[in-house]
């Protein structure tokens, strides 16, 4: 119990820099107290004393905010970070090394007894107002966005965010290389958003630029065959791309990256477009 306990304070200043002495986390952190209280709680469910368990919860939820039911499972080093509103239902399962931010509810879409909760894999970390629910798998190390409503299984190292939350999947090196290149022959920049950024304008984008490489290499593959046999006609400039033309795209980027609440925005910069050279 109490080498649980000091992986717990330990884990407190693992993951949150305002933390400064042992004695400041055991006394004001209220995710430390709800998980202790819970770890009391949840020893008297599995033996057989539901009320008492049911009370301490109660208590527990009155004193820090937070709602564990007894009956969850709670690995170790589990961190809860301010805490309030947070939601634990009766079948929740959670790996060791997880993190959950205030307003975060693991809850059910059934009331059927049985599985009905999620199951957290190791080091999960669940940002600020998500809902994840159901019995569904969060694979280890994956991460949910704040305010993202997950109703469906999540893979390990992935990131879900939006309602519904969808999976953003990063592009490897080699086609974000292809990208950007095509981006700067056409003449504009299509990451001023961020290379990750959720929105459909930036997906969009992507697929156009993903395109437009593929068409690229079979029109040069084509002019060096029609030069083999004597032909200038690929030699002819293309048409300038003018900044006007593309003055839609870059108010429509520049309205979502206003509107969009996912931490990836804040250091996000409006859509550029310079006239250059086709």
Not at 123 to 134: E, N, P, Q, S, T
Not at 136 to 148: C, E, F, Q
Not at 215 to 239: F, H, R, T, V
Request: aromatic share 6%.
């Amino acid at each position: 119990m109490f080498e649980r306990l000091r992986e717990d304070i330990s884990s407190v200043f693992h993951r949150d820099p305002a933390a400064r002495t042992t004695y400041e986390v055991i006394t004001t952190y209220p995710g430390l107290h709800a998980i202790m209280l819970h770890r009391l709680a949840h020893g008297l469910w599995r033996r057989g004393f539901p009320w008492f368990a049911r009370l301490m919860s109660a208590f527990s939820r009155w004193f820090t905010g937070i709602e564990i039911h007894p009956g969850a499972k709670i690995g170790r080093r589990f961190f809860i970070d301010h805490g309030m509103g947070v939601v634990i239902g009766e079948t929740a399962e959670i790996g060791d090394d997880c993190t959950l931010y205030h307003g975060v509810t693991l809850g059910g879409t059934s009331w059927n007894k049985g599985k009905r909760h999620p199951t957290l894999g190791d080091g999960v970390v669940i940002g600020a107002g998500a809902k994840v629910l159901g019995p569904i798998l969060i694979g280890s190390g994956a991460r949910v966005g704040s305010n993202a409503v997950v109703t469906k299984a999540i893979p390990d190292d992935a990131t879900a965010i939006g309602i519904p939350a969808r999976i953003i999947k990063k592009a490897g090196d080699k086609q974000e290389k292809s990208r950007q290149e095509m981006a700067e022959k056409l003449g504009f920049d299509a990451y001023g958003e961020t290379t990750d950024m959720p929105d459909p304008i930036a997906r969009s984008i992507h697929s156009l630029l993903d395109h437009l490489h593929a068409m690229d290499k079979k029109i040069n593959g084509m002019c060096g065959a029609l030069e083999a046999l004597g032909s200038d006609y690929c030699s002819q400039d293309l048409p300038k791309l003018m900044s006007e033309d593309f003055e839609a795209v870059d108010d429509s980027c520049c309205s979502i990256l206003a509107s969009d609440p996912s931490p990836s925005t804040e250091s996000a910069s409006a859509t550029k477009v310079e006239a250059e050279p086709g």
